[in-house]
């Protein structure tokens, strides 16, 4: 769709578009096959401003899709942009999440100043911008002192130069102790002016009578947020140990506190080696807690069971079917790129969407699962979007593509970006505009 003519301005007809029918207002009449429901767009002032049956008479400049599909702008729930794109001088010998975490502290403490942080955080946000993505959550490390000071800063002179482009929140990644006494109020002070969510990594201790403290620590965390009125975003179980039972600790203590902010959970990878009985209460439990759960398929798959010289043997995802048949609402987001958690990515939500298909066995059930890209991680953002419908933005992504089984095979080469009604020109940003960041680590590894 590269070449496609999109008018400057004026009234615009989207012609002969295939809309898959999670992302279309219910109240359209599906009209069609495989998931997908075939309609014209009119799109006036920046916004809907009507959706037609396809072949309607004309009513605006005629752009016809010829079948292509169209999609609302996507909304990644779940990054690490502070800590993005410092594979260059950061690798991960092993690939384990314990090397990663141990080469990226080093990293913090090394090269973390404003001028870095900046220059990488803005490089992902070019790349989201230009692959269609239009709102993003990124945890912010947190555990350096005075970093959080820096990236803070940042994530918020970003957030007013992004804006009406990429819509962001913060969330500040600690681990959860923090929470347990006054050593928060500095931070939880910054978060909150920042409009940002607490957070932090949750584990179990040991496999013994450690339940309570973390019980206690998580009411805490709770009371807290529900004093100062913040949502809460926690990684969660982000192994293979299926004594690693956090996430039903978690909706409990979401219960306990009668919490009614938003709670997200992310990785919750144990979920799928506990005990089948194990496994259907958590999802009960985290259902009726109303916790959205987000999963990252792509980097899961690259850090969960590495084993020296050996296959892994398991696909690091939580139990996406199980927890979508349930009625949670379960997401998928990009987490890191091209860092020691994962030495890829590249904020393409398509990319992660095409992974978790994939990995998850998702195509029995392709109809809702774009959802997890657009719908549901705006709703969990609590931010418009994700669903086209009369009066919304006219935030698009169209594609030459004509079914699923063609846009997933391509990933949508050829994409279209539509913002406020007018066509982007926008690209990925070349990896060398980062290169001054790492001359002299580059220098020194390649000397003779």
């Given at each position: 769709m590269n070449n496609l003519q999109w008018p400057d301005a004026g009234r615009v007809q989207l012609a002969n578009v295939n809309v898959p029918r999670g992302l279309l207002d219910p109240s359209i009449e599906p009209a069609g096959c495989s998931g997908l429901t075939r309609v014209d767009l009119v799109l006036d002032q920046g916004t809907i401003a009507q959706i037609l049956p396809a072949g309607s008479p004309t009513d605006g400049a005629l752009v016809d899709a010829d079948g292509g599909q169209c999609w609302p702008t996507f909304a990644d729930l779940h990054t690490h942009l502070d800590k993005g794109h410092i594979w260059p001088r950061a690798h991960n010998p092993d690939g384990t999440i314990d090397s990663a975490r141990t080469h990226v502290r080093a990293d913090t403490t090394h090269y973390w100043r404003t001028e870095d942080v900046e220059a990488r955080f803005e490089f992902a946000l070019m790349s989201a911008y230009?692959?269609?993505?239009?709102?993003i959550r990124t945890h912010l490390d947190c555990y350096v002192p005075s970093q959080e000071r820096i990236s803070f800063d940042v994530f918020r002179r970003l957030r007013d130069?992004?804006?009406?482009?990429v819509e962001l929140q913060a969330v500040a990644l600690v681990s959860t102790d923090l929470y347990d006494d006054g050593r928060n109020a500095a931070l939880v002070g910054l978060v909150q002016e920042s409009g940002g969510l607490l957070g932090g990594v949750t584990f179990r201790l040991s496999d013994g009578d450690d339940t309570q403290p973390l019980d206690g620590r998580l009411d805490r965390l709770?009371?807290?947020a529900r004093a100062r009125r913040m949502n809460v975003d926690l990684h969660v179980d982000e192994n293979g140990a299926a004594a690693s039972t956090t996430l039903a600790q978690i909706a409990q203590a979401v219960m306990r506190a009668d919490f009614q902010g938003r709670v997200v959970c992310g990785h919750c990878c144990s979920l799928s080696v506990?005990?089948?009985a194990v496994a259907a209460r958590t999802i009960g439990l985290v259902k009726d807690a109303g916790i959205t759960l987000v999963s990252l398929?792509?980097?899961n798959q690259y850090l969960q069971g590495r084993r020296p010289g050996a296959t892994p043997r398991?696909?690091?995802i939580p139990l996406l079917r199980e927890l979508q048949a349930a009625g949670v609402p379960v997401v998928l987001a990009s987490d890191n790129c091209r860092d020691p958690y994962h030495a890829f990515g590249d904020l393409d939500l398509l990319e992660v969407l095409g992974g978790g298909i994939r990995l998850g066995h998702l195509d029995?059930?392709?109809a809702e699962?774009?959802?997890?890209?657009?719908?549901r991680p705006f709703e969990a953002m609590g931010v418009q979007g994700g669903v086209l419908r009369v009066g919304s933005p006219a935030d698009l992504v169209l594609f030459r593509e004509r079914s699923h089984s063609e846009l997933f095979a391509r990933r949508g080469a050829g994409r279209v970006v539509i913002r406020h009604g007018k066509r982007i020109d926008a690209a990925p940003p070349d990896y060398r505009t980062l290169d001054h960041l790492f001359r002299a680590d580059i220098e020194k590894r390649t000397a003779p």
């Open positions: 230009a692959h269609g993505t239009s709102a130069r992004w804006a009406g482009r709770f009371g807290l506990q005990e089948d398929p792509l980097v398991w696909r690091g029995t059930d392709l699962w774009p959802g997890a890209i657009t719908r």
